[in-house]
């Protein structure tokens, strides 16, 4: 049973393209809205909350539709490639309306940035589900957990690449020489540099062409999906939707219990780790007086410890279940954020150890992210990956709709250093409803006529 790994890391241009955007998203735009516009933290977590509740409904959406398109470049190219277009003309108008509004403040200015967030927002919506759906649509239940960490690991490069030109662009020595605006005051004094980040939004979007022209010139959807359509003809066994007496498709009981659980179990973890997320730029820039390139730092020790992480996550997988190994992974991300609790909060600056703890984070959560997906498109048909594939984004997502305004309000009004706690709390609760899930894990007995998967394009 063999994974065609040169053409799931084409597929996984995809994801390098989503995860470089979601990356500067996190890590700046809550930057902006609190020190170029001077928003407090609950109407930045609002605003930051925002791709969040528009995700609720245009994932799911653009999910079911991608499974009925047809066209002569695949069911999710389309989306792929007009989402990308329209995100990448909408971003870098953002860097230009906050240096404005900082250096003259208006209602309209303020608007005007709202307004294309909202497009830019809706842009990136209408493409992650195909794209993240592209995968399953062209890898074979078995192997959809090893698939998954390639595309998982194709997002940590797209995320480190960011972080790395980041750490390099914008040290504090760069952001005083070339890219600061102004100050305003921070806590106990500190001065906080109001960035200008032009450059960072226009780097970012040249690395999302890249990948998406490699994707679209180098993977032939239609044929692949063909492909691995017949594959699943061929092996009815994997499937666990039930054909009732009326002649209708559903999941049984059991399996829809199970489907509930995992999507909980996603909707907690994602609730502690997104909170740490959305606000550790400005975490650390409150509590440490650390710049953007000390938090960047921290976060890309956390990726590169995911990067290494992947493959091991999926092969752990293989052979003693994605739900073991999920639990696993659950257990290490709730001590982290503990330890991070009284580790970080004490701390004046930045100091090895940290590092240490952010590796286990990365190993932690590509342990998770590896195989949720996967038990979660094990569970729907082959026709029905791009539907599945919302759901699990619309529980990720409601999630990520709640933590950064709860996570925000509690910053403000108890202090920047319930982060950690809140974060260790929801992620530990994961593990309860996680052991209800009883369906969805991996089959690793090989099956004959596998291997044609395995063939160049």
Known sequence: MK??????????FAFLSISAFWQMYDNVVPLILTNNFGLNETWSGAIMAADNILALFLLPFFGALSDKVNTPIGRRMPFILGGTCGAVILMNILPRLANGYFAAPSTGVLIGFVVILGLLLISMGTYRSPAVALMPDVTPKPLRSKGNAIINLMGALGGIMYLAITAVLYSGARIEAHYTLGYIPGEDGVQTAVVDYTTLFTVVSVIMVAAIGILFTTIREPRLAAMNRAYEAAHPEDNLVQTTAEGTEELPKAVKKSLLFILLSISLWYIGYNGVTTWFTTYISRVMGEGIGGASTCLLVATAGAIVSYIPAG??????????????????????????????????????????????????????????????????KGSEVGKFTGYYYTFSMAAQVVT????????????????????????????????????????????????AFDMDD
């Open 315 to 380: 092969n752990i997988a293989s052979k003693i279940g994605r739900r073991k190994t999920i639990l696993g992974g659950v257990v290490l991300l709730a001590t982290c954020f503990l330890t991070a609790g009284f580790v970080m909060n004490n701390a004046t600056a930045i100091t090895p150890p940290m590092y240490i703890l952010f590796a286990l984070v990365g190993l932690a959560w590509a342990a998770i992210n590896v195989n949720s997906l996967p038990m979660v498109v094990e569970m729907c």
């Open 404 to 451: 950064p305004i709860v996570a925000g309000t509690l910053l403000r009004t108890v202090g920047y250093k319930v982060l950690f706690p809140y974060a260790a709390f929801f992620v530990a609760c994961a593990f309860v409803t996680m052991l209800q899930v009883k369906h969805g894990d991996n089959k690793v007995d090989a099956r004959k006529g596998l291997d």
């Open 3 to 12: 994974l065609n790994y040169k053409r799931t890391i084409l597929v996984g």
